[in-house]
């Protein structure tokens, strides 16, 4: 199977209950895309960026829009579980799909690891709010705590020389979404929509009420160098966000994982992803206006921004507020992405790259029984040992590197006819337009001032880990631009699929030396599993 050809054939009778309308598959997109991205990560793109930062949040809502209508086109032709997963394997074949497979766990598990801690910060807040205090030893994960040796590491019980730390709200969180995904994706939907109403509303007042303590010299602000900038720490800065910023919007591929219990996956699953990019990426530009406006631009980095620009503007009744909301954001998450995770499990195992308990449908509650326990226990077991910090790196490269395969694999299969009550991507050649686009933006880093000189300081020697691999992410992703363009004229590829493949790769760019060595360790680690046992006991090779 390593052509789209008989995607249209692929049989759909997994067992799994259609449940699913477009409404639904938009508040999952929605609920999988606010929430730590929106109340947890946005505060340190802030800090990176300053008010620019809205730029960020924009070219990261264009990457995605172009890689939304690459996973609708997929999503049209083959309306199954698996998400880019099973687009990747039709169209580059075994070993590339198990590449994706194994890099979409970092994305769905361990993307819920970051999120379950950050449900429980705004958790003990809400509890604080009402006067419930938990001892810290109970809220705070070990390895920071062992970080900090500090009260807390100081006065946990100990067992032996163990110190017993660990987050009970995280781990408690994630137990309950395991259970609910396990009992039915009716009982899923139903939650997540409810969540989906109350954290909207409680943005909306967020927005009205911060705009009244908005101070539009906060746009401009004075960096370090003394200088007055809407972008006050240049695009770089702005750039220096992307891991928090891209982190907001990984949610909305979640969708299309959904694809064997929508009712209408042909025509429902793109306009879901497409329906919740849109109305998410302008409440992120909004919210990050509102923040940047409200307080001094560095004054964000913290766990919490849309708390702590209210306590620093003397508003402190929406601090319980504003953690109602963020507790049901995350809440819908954590509980759409542990729906992902399964079935994507479930797709991999059909094609024998797992073993087959992972594909089994349990005969009561028509879900993917087996595979929703692990994915339970591979985001709750992590939450013992790890942290925030090394979570949200890990995650959002790996996620952009699943975008790039996905629209890279719409390149490579043949155009289609239009089809009736299905989506189809237009088509826009390529030829001509992309390699200008290409050349145009050449020029533009060399001729605007703001600009000018970038590639020249791309050859300059800097021994800094984070600007050298910046540097070399540059030179790569403008080496792989004009590859493209030979191939765009050559080949009349579509425009859309190559924009998104393009802003994918430039986001990759602002990616850390760390997160790049956490990725190939991980990469590492997938192919040696691949080898072991996923090869010998594929459907490919058995047959």
């Not at 299905?422 to 200008?436: A, E, L, N, S, T």
């Not at 009349?492 to 994918?504: D, H, Q, V």
Request: aromatic share 14%; with cysteine; net charge neutral.
């Amino acid at each position: 199977m390593a052509n789209s050809d008989v995607a249209d054939d692929i049989d759909h009778g997994s067992g799994l209950h259609r449940a699913l309308t477009v409404r639904d598959l938009t508040f999952f997109g929605i609920a999988a895309i606010i929430g730590a991205g929106s109340f947890s990560s946005m505060g340190s793109a802030c800090a990176a960026g300053g008010p620019a930062v809205i730029l960020l949040f924009i070219i990261c809502g264009i990457a995605c829009g172009f890689t939304a209508m690459c996973y609708a086109e997929f999503a049209s032709r083959i309306p199954v579980a698996g998400s880019a997963y099973t687009y990747a394997y039709t169209s580059f074949g075994e070993i590339i799909a198990w590449i994706i497979g194994w890099a979409l766990l970092m994305e769905y598990s361990i993307g819920n690891i970051y999120v379950a801690f950050a449900w429980s910060d705004y958790f003990e807040n809400l509890l604080g709010v009402i006067g419930i205090h938990m001892p810290g030893w109970l809220t705070t994960n070990y390895r920071s705590a062992h970080a900090e040796m500090g009260d807390i590491w100081n006065n946990a019980p100990t067992l032996g020389s163990l110190h017993i730390i660990f987050d009970l709200p995280a781990l408690l969180i994630n137990f309950l979404i395991t259970w609910l995904v396990f009992v039915g994706v009716k009982e899923s939907r139903n939650v997540s929509n409810a969540m989906v109403i109350v954290k909207l509303a409680i943005i909306f007042l967020v927005i009205c009420v911060g705009a009244f303590y908005v101070n539009p010299d906060n746009w401009t602000p004075i960096n370090d160098a003394g200088v007055r900038s809407f972008m006050p720490e240049g695009f770089t800065g702005v750039m220096s966000g992307v891991a928090a910023v891209f982190f907001a919007y990984i949610g909305f591929d979640a969708v299309s994982t959904m694809a064997e219990e929508a009712k209408n996956p042909q025509r429902d699953l793109p306009r879901g992803m497409m329906y919740s990019l849109i109305i998410c990426t302008i409440i992120y530009i909004i919210l990050s206006l509102v923040l940047t406006g409200m307080a001094y631009y560095k004054d964000l980095k913290v766990g919490d921004p849309l708390a702590a620009v209210f306590q620093m503007n003397g508003v402190g009744w929406m601090e319980a507020i504003i953690s109602i909301a963020a507790v049901a954001a995350m809440t819908s998450v954590i509980l759409v992405f542990q729906m992902g995770q399964p079935r994507i499990w479930m797709s991999m195992s059909r094609d024998g790259l797992l073993p087959k308990k992972f594909q089994e449908i349990h005969p009561k509650y028509k879900t993917p029984g087996f595979s929703t326990i692990v994915t339970g226990l591979v985001v709750g077991i992590p939450i013992l040992f790890t942290d925030e910090t090394f979570v949200l790196d890990f995650t959002s490269i790996a996620t952009l590197f699943a975008f790039v395969l996905v629209c890279g694999g719409v390149l490579l299969i043949p155009r289609r006819e239009k089809e009736k009550g299905r989506f189809h991507m237009p088509y826009v050649d390529g030829r001509y337009i992309y390699p200008i686009v290409i050349f145009a933006a050449i020029l533009f880093l060399n001729l605007i001032p703001a600009t000018r000189g970038y590639f020249k300081d791309l050859f300059q020697i800097d021994f800094t880990a984070d600007t050298a691999t910046y540097k070399i992410s540059s030179l790569i992703f403008w080496s792989l631009c004009v590859v493209l363009s030979v191939f765009a004229y050559k080949r009349r590829w579509s425009l859309i699929p190559l924009l998104g493949l393009t802003t994918c790769c430039y986001l990759l760019t602002g990616m850390t030396a760390k997160n790049w060595v956490w990725f190939f360790i991980w990469f590492g680690l997938g192919l040696i599993v691949y080898f072991a046992y996923s090869r010998k006991h594929s459907k490919l090779n058995v047959a």
